[in-house]
């Protein structure tokens, strides 16, 4: 089985700032992408950042100039720096890793979340 991992959240005043970490452990074969997403109370879940295996990033217009992702390929590891938070970043935040597994001889593709770290902004 694959299982990402989150690590990171807290609580942190605004203009503050966290480093979030997201470990995908299993039987990995290769790791296409990787990306934040967040849901905050009463919305639906969102994309924060994305990286690619080659490093290519996408960033939702919100967190651009604040956040940053970054990832390890060998350690299977996404990173997202949060700088100058505020107190609307306040969510649930999700890692979800777009990859190929092990199975036998063939290599299936899945979509996997990790179980969420809370990220509490305060005024």
């Known amino acids: 089985q694959v299982q990402p991992v989150e690590s990171g959240g807290g609580l942190v005043q605004a203009g503050g700032s966290l480093r979030l970490s997201c470990a995908a452990s299993?039987?990995?074969?290769?790791?296409?992408?990787m990306g934040w997403y967040r849901q905050a109370p009463g919305k639906q879940r969102e994309l924060v950042a994305a990286i690619t295996s080659g490093g290519s990033t996408n960033y939702a217009d919100s967190v651009k100039g604040r956040f940053t992702i970054s990832r390890d390929n060998a350690k299977n590891t996404v990173y997202l720096q949060m700088n100058s938070l505020k107190p609307e970043d306040t969510a649930v935040y999700y890692c979800?890793?777009?990859?190929?597994?092990?199975?036998?001889?063939?290599?299936?593709?899945?979509?996997?979340w990790g179980q969420g770290t809370q990220v509490t902004v305060s005024s």
């Open positions: 299993g039987s990995i074969f290769s790791i296409n992408a």
């Open positions: 979800n890793a777009d990859l190929r597994y092990y199975s036998g001889d063939y290599y299936p593709s899945g979509d996997y």
